[in-house]
């Protein structure tokens, strides 16, 4: 289970990093049959928590990798900027 979440840790950080916040609603839908299968061994609890706790790790590394790509977007404008004016 731990191998699940930290894959949609990864697959949030790209996501948040190529796409808007839209893609994450398709997503999400993925993830509840993908939590069933690898929790489904400790009963309904064990998927449960499987696609609560991969999901909350997926947004919040959406939210790092939106911010990541801000970051990068405005260190790069304001660098062109500086080039520019010289």
């Not at 993908?34 to 609890?45: C, I, N, R």
């Not at 609560?52 to 790790?57: D, E, F, G, R």
Request: net charge positive; aromatic share 12%.
């Amino acid at each position: 289970m731990l191998a699940f979440i930290l894959a949609s840790g990864i697959g949030g950080l790209l996501l948040g990093r190529y796409f808007k916040v839209y893609v994450c609603f398709p997503t999400i839908l993925i993830l509840i049959p993908a939590a069933y299968f690898f929790g489904h061994k400790d009963g309904l609890t064990g998927a449960i928590r499987a696609f609560v706790s991969s999901s909350t790790a997926m947004q919040l590394c959406y939210l790092i990798g939106a911010a990541i790509d801000l970051i990068i977007d405005r260190f790069l404008s304001q660098r062109s900027r500086t080039k520019d004016s010289i």
